[in-house]
């Protein structure tokens, strides 16, 4: 049959396409870029870590043959962390942290220093502690105790600080701490403390009080009282060494008197010529006016 000249041809000819179709693929494929990025920023910022400066990084592996920590430490940088991978943070800079009846930076707990004296008498304290870890023992330090450093300080850190001081404070007495006898306490309870942890890669360079022990109210008033009896009978033993002083001083000045004196009658009696020549400086010329008859008081030669 004979095609109608109005047929529209078919040939190969490819199908035609709306520009909308087009644009329609380019935004899918536009949306599916921005989705997998954005897939690919979330699990860079949920599988890195950054160990800041100051700090010295341990790599814990939980899955696969190679589970458990890392031995080598990490230096300060950013890190991207496999899957099962999690890195802990210790400090290797020098830092100092208070244990403190008050709240602080790492929380509200109050963490005062429990002790006490030789008989038994309850006291408490604010202490503070200055150490870093060595980096090269991090990693082994996280494999001894599976704690990160605050967990450390708030755990077995502060334990060893209030053994130590409880140890070393009940050989002595409340009027030894209170008298100044709290410095060769902390400073026993320092070298306890230091000497173990430093084999833990640990270096604890300071041990000591802040501020004052918080002794029982009805000691500090007997202490009070105590120093106050002593001062007056200080005061009391100076004011009678000051007048014993002036007694002693005024027996010498007495002793010189009457020594003086002695000398000096010696003197003229071993020369009346002295004394003659002292009453003629003395005489006025005038001749008494009356007389017993005896010789006149100057003798004249």
């Known amino acids: 049959m004979p095609e109608s000249p109005f047929a529209i041809p078919t040939g190969n000819k490819p199908p035609f396409k709306s520009p909308f179709q087009s644009k329609g693929k380019q935004a899918v494929a536009i949306s599916v870029g921005v989705v997998l990025l954005l897939l690919s920023s979330c699990v860079v910022a949920t599988q890195s870590s950054t160990v800041e400066p100051g700090n010295v990084g341990v790599k814990i592996r939980t899955l696969g043959a190679s589970a458990g920590v890392d031995p080598e430490p990490l230096p300060a ?30 929380g509200n707990e109050n963490e005062e220093i429990t002790f006490s004296d030789n008989t038994g008498l309850p006291m408490t304290a604010d202490i503070s502690v200055t150490l870093q870890v ?46 100044g006898g709290r410095q060769m306490v902390i400073q026993k309870a320092y070298a306890r403390v230091s000497n173990k942890w430093a084999r833990h890669g640990v270096n604890i360079s300071q041990l000591d009080w802040i501020g004052s022990i918080r002794y029982p109210q009805a000691i500090i008033q007997q202490m009070q009282a105590k120093t106050q009896l002593e001062q007056e009978a200080l005061a009391a033993k100076a004011l009678e060494a000051k007048e014993t002083a002036l007694a002693n001083a005024a027996v010498a000045k007495a002793r010189g008197e009457a020594e003086a004196i002695r000398i000096k009658g010696e003197a003229l009696r071993a020369n009346p010529q002295v004394l003659q020549q002292l009453a003629i400086e003395k005489w006025n010329g005038e001749m008494p006016k009356v007389t017993s008859g005896g010789t006149p008081f100057v003798k004249i030669d």
Not at 140 to 159: A, C, E, K, V
């Open 134 to 179: 060595n980096p090269a023992s991090a990693p082994n330090l996280y494999q001894t105790y599976r704690l990160s450093f605050d967990q450390l300080l708030d755990g077995p850190i502060r334990n060893d600080v209030r053994s130590a001081v409880a140890a070393e404070a009940e050989k002595v007495g409340v009027e030894t701490l209170y008298s």
């Open 77 to 106: 940088r950013w890190y991207l962390r496999g899957i099962g991978e999690r890195i802990i943070q210790y400090p290797v800079i020098q830092r100092t942290y208070g244990y403190t009846r008050e709240a602080d930076e790492r």
